[in-house]
């Protein structure tokens, strides 16, 4: 079971094979790892009260085992980028994958494959191309 709510801040959960619950979202926007580190706490709070707002039969019932922050970085065009850098000969880096990370990592994997195995994807000048990062932001 998956549930993406598109609110904004967005949440989403899922269940794991083990019956566990992983929930997260209600992403803010900061450049610094202090900020991001203090807010940590609060945010798992946030989300299991969000959790028991959808599923009341769980207060009482749940606790969180694990949580964590990260940066959430974004091109400004939205679409990541499929990269070779030079001092590593024969490495693909697949970059910016934004909110879409799953859909994203399986195309562009295809992708890189065939660059390697067949030299070259109808779709790669979508994706492999010199692009202006300057403008990138990081929630």
């Avoid at 993406?4 to 794991?16: F, G, Q």
């Avoid at 001092?87 to 065939?114: A, E, K, M, W």
Wanted: glycine share 10%; charged share 25%.
């Amino acid at each position: 079971m998956m549930i993406w709510e598109m609110a904004r801040p967005y949440l989403y959960a899922r269940k794991t094979p083990d019956n566990r619950i992983i929930i997260g979202g209600l992403d803010e926007s900061t450049g610094y790892l202090e900020k991001r580190d203090s807010m940590i706490l609060n945010k798992r709070d946030k989300l299991l009260k969000q959790l028991i707002n959808l599923f009341p039969e769980l207060e009482n019932r749940i606790t969180a085992d694990y949580y964590w922050g990260a940066f959430f970085g974004e091109i400004h065009d939205g679409l990541p980028t499929i990269g070779m850098y030079p001092n590593h000969p024969n490495c693909y880096f697949l970059l910016g994958y934004g909110g879409n990370g799953t859909v994203y990592s399986v195309i562009l994997s295809q992708i890189i494959r065939d660059l390697i195995t067949k030299g070259g994807h109808e779709d790669s000048a979508l994706y492999v191309k010199e692009r202006n990062f300057s403008k990138s932001i990081i929630h």
